[in-house]
Nanobody, 115 residues
Framework: QVQLVESGGGLVQPGGSLRLSCAAS????????MYWYRQAPGKQRELVAG???????NYADSVKGRFTISRDNAENTVALQMNSLKPEDTAVYYC?????????WGQGTQVTVSS
């Protein structure tokens, strides 16, 4: 069993930066592929970024060049550095851990980009 706790959300002005963090409890964190998703009001949840157990990364086109995902297997954490934030990045951001058919979600953290 893995529990995921996100932190780092908040209110930021357009063009600003935030760093989200997801702390995972439990063992074997390193085997999980980790993802950040987001869900804006009235919209479906969408994949923002992912990092495999081997460290390969992928990003949604809308965030490429602005967001960076990273993981620290020693600390059982995954981070999402978000730069040049736009109002359309406003959403609840969720951490996801996945391997084979096993799938865990955090409770989400709100990111609001507004002047």
């Amino acid at each position: 069993q893995v529990q995921l706790v996100e932190s780092g959300g908040g209110l930021v002005q357009p063009g600003g930066s935030l760093r989200l963090s997801c702390a995972a409890s439990g063992s074997s964190f390193s085997i999980y592929h980790m993802y950040w998703y987001r869900q804006a009001p009235g919209k479906q949840r969408e994949l923002v970024a992912g990092i495999t157990s081997g460290g390969s990364t992928n990003y949604a086109d809308s965030v490429k060049g602005r967001f960076t995902i990273s993981r620290d297997n020693a600390e059982n954490t995954v981070a999402l550095q978000m730069n040049s934030l736009k109002p359309e990045d406003t959403a609840v951001y969720y951490c996801n851990a996945r391997v084979l058919t096993i799938n865990y979600w955090g409770q989400g953290t709100q990111v609001t980009v507004s002047s």
